[in-house]
């Protein structure tokens, strides 16, 4: 019986295989192939966001990270510088906030639904690829409420929880609602309370 197997001869096999290798390297240039073929760039350093008490705690956080901090700040003021940052890819980013809602993003709904909201939003700015965590925040007390929403933040503790984020603990070794080593407002850290809060956030990286 005569086969009716069609063969491709050896130059045009050749010709095959340059015409794939130059649609490959096409694609590779355009963007459209990832993995193996084109490798992405190496992620971002880690981002750590927050307010005084981070700024305070900067000089005992372990080297490695970009910090950024505005006293009096919630998330929402950073949502700009956010979106530049996500263009870094950083492999993990850290949301240290204490409770300050003096922001007009931040006071049109009561602290608890503000935290959750902004936890969430930024959470969705950065690339899937980036572990972002919540801290549970450094506790406030009397007269934290002076300057604050109320003087104990157990509503910004219980909305970074409700978020279903991956979580650095800083209320627990900071005494929880005590607050032990807060200063005289109630909220910013003392130097051994900066320590403890520094030790925390730096788990991240």
């Known amino acids: 019986m005569r086969s009716t197997a069609r063969y491709v001869s050896r130059p045009g096999a050749r010709r095959i295989a340059s015409l794939v290798a130059v649609v490959v390297v096409a694609l590779i240039s355009a ?7 084109a490798t992405a760039p190496p992620p971002g350093p880690p981002i750590v966001y927050g307010d005084s008490n981070l700024g ?4 005992y956080l372990d080297p490695g990270a970009i910090v950024r901090w505005i006293g009096n700040s919630e998330m929402c003021d950073f949502f700009a510088k956010m979106r530049v940052d ?11 906030f204490t409770g300050a809602t003096y922001s007009p993003c931040a006071h049109d709904v009561p602290r608890y639904n503000a935290y959750l909201r902004d936890y969430k939003k930024a959470r969705a700015i950065f690339p899937a690829t980036t572990k972002v965590y919540v801290v549970l925040p450094s506790p ?6 002076l300057l604050l929403a109320a003087a104990s933040n157990v509503d910004v503790y219980r909305a970074a929880i409700d978020t279903g ?12 609602k005590r607050a032990p080593y807060t200063d005289w407002d109630g909220i910013h850290l003392t130097p ?3 320590r403890i809060y520094a030790g925390v956030l730096s788990r991240a990286w």
């Not at 305070?56 to 000089?59: D, K, N, R």
């Not at 996500?86 to 240290?96: D, E, G, I, T, W």
């Not at 984020?165 to 929880?176: I, N, Q, T, V």
Request: net charge positive; aromatic share 4%; charged share 20%.
């Open 56 to 59: 305070l705690s900067q000089e």
């Open 86 to 96: 996500a263009q870094s890819r950083p492999r993990a980013v850290v949301l240290a």
């Open 165 to 176: 984020l991956p979580r650095l603990d800083a209320w627990s070794p900071l005494g929880g």
């Open 31 to 37: 963007g459209c192939v990832s993995g193996p073929l």
């Open 192 to 194: 051994e309370g900066r």
């Open 140 to 145: 406030t007390r009397f007269p934290a409420q």
